[in-house]
């Protein structure tokens, strides 16, 4: 970690135009990662990250500076620099660090870093083999472990003086079957901000399982029908509220009136039975923090009640245009990007409705049971996304499995069809979500629902 | 310790070890950028950054490793680290290391016009660009985002075996996104320029071409669920493209990432129509260099000539496998790239393309293309932007809908090809490209 008296000359060097506001983000971060193709090890990384991010705001303005010189000379040089952008009188201001103490919630059993690469490899050798003795169509199975372990300082001008260590474990398993005729593949990741005991953990038989029955269920997938219908999601589809509301109520779009749900503060934007909820603090879930990358404790945010707009995700930055404060939702990649607010764990709480009357209710539709990725433009609310794993539903039962199924809507519409929500909410997921800082870890969670209509793509 | 004398003790630690096979990446970036909103500058955001990548080849295997930081004392650990990465290998392909021997080309790559663009006053040209696309169209209800960008990043190669090369690239950008309104529903359109062009340095042209996108996208209709033939805009074609250049890996065909096979070269695989070149030595291309990732020369080559395959992107441990020579499209892991990758343009213009289409829809935009594609199965499903075509003119602007089908027919299901070739800012282009049976759904 940086030195006290050198962070100060740093805020104070980038203060000296008349800033109002400094900051020093500082990162040392090791990621490992070990995979496993056909078998055999195939490569082993070992990578360190390391830098600082200087920011300077001023009004609506900001100015940011990464580097990793990490020299005092360094460090003045680009403190110095995010500085110029700002061309006014220098206020004096006074820093006294008040270091933030807090207890993790999550916490590392087996440090990652401690577990030799041998011991990672006979994790992935097990789980490699479980996966062959699934199924005689396999072509090749791939089994990787990573492990990111980030010490970060974030320091401000206002005494802010915060140390936080996070460390991220995922397994992931992809098997790819061929049956002469067709090739599929399919691929799972479960991660956790725990240490090497996330693996440790995991069921690998039914790991196993789960990723090869997936590929090979393929075999039998007839083509997505096409058009609008209704549809139901299990509640491992939680990606769906990610991008059809979760970007668009980040303040990166929302401060700038860029956002479909911009200035929609207590309107209704979705069904009565739609509750979502934003939260950073779920003890070891893959998109928790104890504190974002600003420094501020992150919390349990509450976006939507009962259908109404009732919070938006923001940061420091953008919280000034709204006038809003900072929810702990202000995240980066790394040192090299500014902060600005992003979704961590973001779920709808359960509802009232049995799954199983769900399902049964549907005359003829789509279960969809897995999402692949999506994405969104904020400012026209119309998003897409792939679907992974879907059946048709006929007479209220689950048929046949399709392929080549894909979402797309407007999140205004959708949020407004969705008439039942299942009793059954969960957090899951080991997701990457890539936007304006880059890309983070993030869950999605939801109980089963019904959307009264929306359109599918396919090939049918 | 300057950056020279670490790499030196890196060498040394390496020679200490007694490794015979290592190899140095160092690479030096800086970039700068602006932002304006509402006429105010509201980002200036820049950054310095080096990163060291210590390779080693130990009984065949490859070890890795890269820090960004740079501490005498971490040197003996990254050097062990790289070495431990290379002793857990099992993998049975060998790995090379190249001697530099061998013909680089002489290339000119990418960079924007210098003086030009050190005079220009960037602040200002982000305000204009502002104020002019809201002033072009009363439509236009928000600029969402004017940005200038410039970097400039050196790259130094060196290895026990003799090679020593480097290189240095250039980015510059000025990028407009905004959405524009008819009251009831949004669009948005984003344009870029690369300032290696004199026109690029039009603020007012680049916004006309923002605003045009966006406002043509208003009063969308909904499009028949249908099977029908499309003309995919040359830019969104070239972006379809990107997500789909891992197939003709040989390393991803060689772990069955791919349908095509190493012995598909030789096979009819695409429509006669389809021509597709990597050019590594394309002028001012944005990938251009005379040396991949191994470090081995780069080569000019048609990867499908009228629908045949001719090459696949062999890297040096693929080629080695396969007993044939490395494309030079190694990079520096078990991986490959492309590197100017084109649709060969044909001989009929966009307005004649449109013609031959006469009904059909008009793709000038994909959405998801990074999760929607399957290169295994080649299945693809996407969301789409664009307009209906009626006796070969572009017509009403449609709703967002669904295209899917299967990659490696659509390859074959090229119908023609007009001449209209560009690269938008980046390695990969294509000019408009007429496709049949493609499944569009929508309400």
Same mark, same amino acid.
């Given at each position: 970690?940086?030195?006290?008296i050198?962070?100060?000359?740093?805020?104070?060097?980038?203060?000296?135009?008349?800033?109002?506001?400094?900051?020093?983000?500082?990162?040392?971060?090791?990621?490992?990662?070990?995979?496993?193709?056909?078998?055999k090890i195939?490569?082993?990384?070992?990578?360190?990250?390391?830098?600082?991010?200087?920011?300077?705001?001023?009004?609506?303005?900001?100015?940011?500076?990464?580097?990793?010189?990490?020299?005092?000379?360094g460090?003045?040089?680009?403190?110095?620099?995010?500085?110029?952008?700002?061309?006014?009188?220098?206020?004096?201001?006074?820093?006294?660090?008040?270091?933030?103490?807090f207890?993790?919630?999550?916490?590392?059993?087996?440090?990652?870093?401690?577990?030799?690469?041998?011991?990672?490899k006979e994790?992935?050798?097990?789980?490699?083999?479980?996966?062959?003795?699934?199924?005689?169509?396999?072509?090749?199975?791939?089994?990787?472990v990573?492990?990111?372990?980030?010490?970060?300082?974030?320091a401000?001008?206002?005494?802010?003086?915060v140390?936080?260590?996070r460390t991220?474990?995922?397994?992931?398993?992809?098997?790819?079957?061929?049956?002469?005729? #067709?090739?599929?593949?399919?691929?799972s990741?479960? %991660?956790?901000m725990?240490?090497? #005991?996330?693996?440790?953990?995991?069921d690998?038989?039914?790991?196993?399982?789960?990723?090869?029955?997936?590929?090979?269920?393929?075999?039998?997938?007839?083509?997505?029908?096409?058009?609008?219908?209704?549809?139901?999601?299990?509640?491992?589809g %939680?990606v769906?509220?990610?991008?059809?509301?979760?970007?668009?109520?980040e303040?990166?779009s929302?401060a700038?009136?860029a956002?479909v749900?911009?200035?929609?503060?207590?309107?209704?934007?979705?069904?009565?039975?739609?509750?979502?909820?934003?939260?950073?603090?779920i003890?070891?879930?893959?998109?928790?923090?104890?504190?974002?990358?600003?420094?501020?404790?992150?919390?349990?945010?509450?976006?939507?009640?009962?259908?109404?707009?009732?919070?938006?995700?923001?940061?420091?930055?953008?919280?000034?245009?709204?006038?809003?404060?900072p929810?702990?939702?202000?995240?980066?990649?790394?040192?090299?990007?500014?902060?600005?607010?992003?979704?961590?764990?973001t779920?709808?709480?359960?509802?009232?409705s049995?799954?199983?009357?769900?399902?049964?209710?549907v005359?003829?539709?789509?279960?969809?049971?897995?999402f692949?990725?999506?994405?969104?433009?904020?400012?026209?609310?119309?998003?897409?996304?792939?679907?992974?794993?879907?059946?048709?539903?006929e007479?209220?039962k689950?048929?046949?499995?399709?392929?080549?199924?894909?979402?797309?809507?407007?999140?205004?519409?959708?949020?407004?069809?969705?008439?039942?929500?299942g009793?059954? #909410?969960?957090?899951?997921?080991? %997701?990457?979500?890539?936007?304006?800082?880059?890309?983070?870890?993030?869950c999605?969670?939801?109980?089963t629902?019904?959307?009264?209509?929306?359109?599918?793509?396919?090939?049918? | 310790?300057?950056?020279?004398?670490?790499?030196?003790?890196?060498v040394?630690?390496?020679?200490?070890?007694?490794?015979?096979?290592?190899?140095?990446?160092?690479?030096?970036s800086?970039?700068?950028s602006?932002?304006?909103?509402?006429?105010?500058?509201?980002?200036?955001?820049?950054?310095d950054?080096l990163?060291l990548?210590?390779?080693?080849?130990?009984n065949?295997?490859?070890?890795?490793?890269?820090t960004?930081?740079?501490?005498?004392?971490?040197?003996?650990?990254?050097?062990?680290?790289?070495v431990m990465?290379?002793?857990i290998?099992?993998?049975?392909?060998e790995?090379f290391?190249?001697?530099?021997?061998?013909?680089?080309?002489?290339?000119?790559?990418?960079?924007?016009?210098?003086?030009?663009?050190?005079?220009?006053?960037?602040?200002?040209?982000?305000?204009?660009?502002?104020?002019?696309?809201?002033?072009?169209?009363?439509?236009?209800?928000?600029v969402?985002?004017t940005?200038?960008?410039?970097?400039?990043?050196?790259?130094?190669?060196?290895?026990?075996?003799?090679?020593?090369l480097?290189?240095?690239?250039?980015g510059a950008?000025?990028?407009?996104?905004?959405?524009?309104?008819d009251?009831k529903?949004n669009?948005?359109?984003?344009?870029?320029?690369?300032?290696?062009?004199?026109?690029?340095?039009?603020?007012e042209?680049?916004?006309?071409?923002?605003?045009?996108?966006?406002?043509?996208? +208003?009063?969308s209709v909904?499009?028949?669920?249908?099977?029908?033939?499309?003309?995919?805009?040359?830019?969104?074609?070239?972006? +379809?493209?990107?997500?789909?250049?891992?197939?003709f890996?040989?390393y991803?065909?060689?772990k069955?990432?791919?349908?095509?096979?190493?012995?598909?070269?030789?096979?009819?695989?695409?429509?006669?129509?389809?021509?597709?070149?990597?050019?590594?030595?394309?002028?001012?291309?944005?990938?251009?260099?005379?040396?991949d990732?191994?470090?081995?020369p780069?080569?000019?080559?048609?990867?499908?000539?009228?629908?045949?395959?001719?090459?696949?992107?062999?890297n040096?441990?693929m080629?080695?496998?396969?007993?044939?020579?490395?494309?030079?499209?190694?990079?520096?892991?078990?991986?490959?790239?492309?590197?100017? +990758?084109?649709?060969?343009?044909?001989n009929?213009?966009?307005?004649?393309?449109?013609?031959?289409?006469?009904?059909?829809?008009?793709?000038?935009?994909?959405?998801?293309?990074?999760?929607?594609?399957?290169?295994?199965?080649?299945?693809?499903?996407?969301?789409?932007?664009?307009?209906?075509?009626e006796?070969?003119?572009?017509s009403?602007?449609?709703?967002?809908?669904?295209?899917?089908?299967?990659?490696?027919?659509?390859l074959?299901?090229v119908?023609e090809?007009?001449?209209?070739?560009e690269?938008?800012?980046?390695?990969?282009?294509?000019?408009?490209?007429?496709?049949?049976?493609?499944?569009?759904?929508?309400?």
């Open positions: 970690m940086l030195d006290k050198l962070v100060l000359d740093v805020l104070d060097e980038a203060l000296k135009t008349g800033g109002e506001f400094a900051e020093v983000f500082f990162e040392d971060k090791i990621t490992n990662s070990l995979l496993m193709g056909n078998h195939e490569s082993s990384a070992f990578d360190i990250t390391c830098g600082v991010g200087i920011r300077v705001t001023k009004g609506f303005f900001y100015a940011y500076v990464s580097t990793n010189d990490l020299t005092r000379d460090l003045l040089k680009a403190a110095h620099k995010a500085a110029q952008a700002i061309k006014s009188e220098k206020r004096n201001v006074q820093i006294n660090f008040v270091e933030e103490k207890k993790t919630v999550h916490p590392v059993l087996l440090n990652p870093l401690d577990v030799s690469k041998q011991e990672k994790y992935l050798s097990v789980l490699s083999q479980k996966a062959y003795a699934k199924s005689d169509k396999i072509k090749r199975i791939e089994a990787s990573l492990d990111k372990t980030q010490k970060v300082l974030i401000n001008s206002e005494g802010l003086w140390e936080d260590k991220y474990t995922a397994l992931s398993l992809s098997a790819t079957v061929d049956n002469g005729q #067709e090739v599929y593949e399919d691929f990741r479960k %991660g956790a725990k240490g090497f #005991e996330q693996v440790k953990n995991i690998l038989e039914a790991f196993a399982e789960e990723v090869v029955s997936g590929a090979v269920e393929q075999f039998s997938a007839v083509n997505c029908p096409a058009g609008k219908m209704p549809v139901v999601i299990s509640n491992n %939680g769906l509220f990610h991008e059809a509301c979760g970007h668009s109520l303040a990166t929302v700038i009136g956002s749900f911009a200035g929609k503060k207590g309107q209704k934007i979705a069904s009565d039975k739609v509750t979502l909820v934003d939260d950073g603090t003890p070891s879930a893959w998109g928790s923090l104890n504190v974002d990358d600003e420094g501020v404790k992150t919390r349990r945010n509450t976006l939507i009640k009962d259908g109404e707009l009732v919070g938006y995700l923001v940061d420091r930055f953008n919280g000034q245009r709204m006038n809003e404060q929810t702990g939702s202000s995240r980066r990649q790394d040192y090299t990007f500014a902060p600005t607010s992003r979704m961590n764990n779920y709808v709480l359960s509802g009232t049995d799954p199983q009357e769900i399902v049964a209710s005359k003829k539709g789509l279960y969809i049971t897995k692949g990725g999506g994405s969104v433009q904020p400012a026209t609310g119309d998003f897409n996304f792939t679907v992974y794993k879907a059946y048709v539903i007479n209220g689950v048929g046949k499995p399709v392929k080549g199924a894909k979402l797309i809507g407007n999140s205004a519409d959708v949020l407004m069809n969705i008439d039942m929500v009793n059954d #909410e969960k957090v899951s997921g080991t %997701g990457m979500c890539g936007s304006a800082s880059g890309s983070v870890p993030v999605h969670g939801m109980p629902l019904h959307i009264s209509s929306i359109t599918v793509g396919g090939q049918k | 310790m300057s950056i020279e004398q670490f790499i030196e003790k890196v040394a630690n390496c020679e200490q070890r007694g490794l015979k096979k290592y190899q140095i990446t160092y690479r030096e800086e970039s700068d602006l932002s304006v909103f509402e006429q105010e500058v509201s980002e200036n955001e820049s950054s950054n990163t990548q210590i390779s080693v080849i130990v065949g295997k490859l070890g890795k490793m890269t960004e930081k740079f501490v005498e004392e971490d040197i003996h650990m990254l050097v062990k680290q790289a990465n290379a002793e290998v099992e993998n049975e392909d790995v290391f190249h001697d530099g021997s061998g013909d680089y080309a002489k290339v000119k790559p990418y960079a924007p016009l210098m003086d030009k663009l050190e005079k220009l006053d960037k602040v200002a040209f982000l305000k204009e660009l502002e104020a002019k696309a809201y002033a072009l169209d009363k439509r236009v209800n928000k969402v985002a940005q200038y960008g410039f970097s400039r990043g050196k790259l130094i190669m060196r290895n026990s075996l003799g090679l020593n480097s290189k240095e690239e250039f950008y000025a990028y407009v996104y905004l959405s524009a309104t009251g529903l669009k948005t359109a984003s344009e870029v320029v690369s300032f290696d062009k004199e026109s690029d340095f039009n603020a042209s680049l916004a006309k071409k923002a605003v045009e996108k966006a406002v043509a996208k +208003l009063g909904e499009v028949k669920s249908q099977k029908t033939r499309v003309v995919f805009e040359n830019v969104t074609f070239a972006n +379809l493209l990107s997500s789909i250049l891992g197939i890996s040989a991803e065909i060689d069955g990432y791919s349908k095509l096979k190493i012995n598909s070269i030789g096979k009819k695989i695409a429509s006669e129509k389809f021509t597709l070149i990597d050019n590594p030595h394309l002028e001012k291309g944005f990938a251009t260099a005379s040396f990732g191994d470090g081995f780069t080569q000019n080559k048609k990867i499908v000539e009228k629908g045949v395959l001719q090459h696949l992107f062999f040096l441990s080629a080695h496998k396969y007993s044939t020579k490395s494309t030079g499209n190694g990079t520096g892991g078990l991986g490959t790239k492309p590197f100017n +990758l084109y649709v060969e343009k044909g009929i213009t966009k307005v004649e393309l449109l013609k031959v289409l006469d009904s059909g829809i008009y793709i000038d935009r994909l959405n998801g293309i990074h999760a929607g594609v399957d290169l295994v199965s080649g299945d693809f499903s996407l969301g789409a932007e664009g307009f209906v075509v006796k070969g003119m572009i009403n602007p449609v709703n967002q809908f669904t295209i899917s089908g299967n990659l490696y027919c659509l074959e299901d119908e090809v007009a001449d209209d070739l690269f938008k800012s980046r390695s990969i282009g294509s000019p408009s490209v007429l496709v049949k049976n493609v499944t569009i759904a929508s309400s």
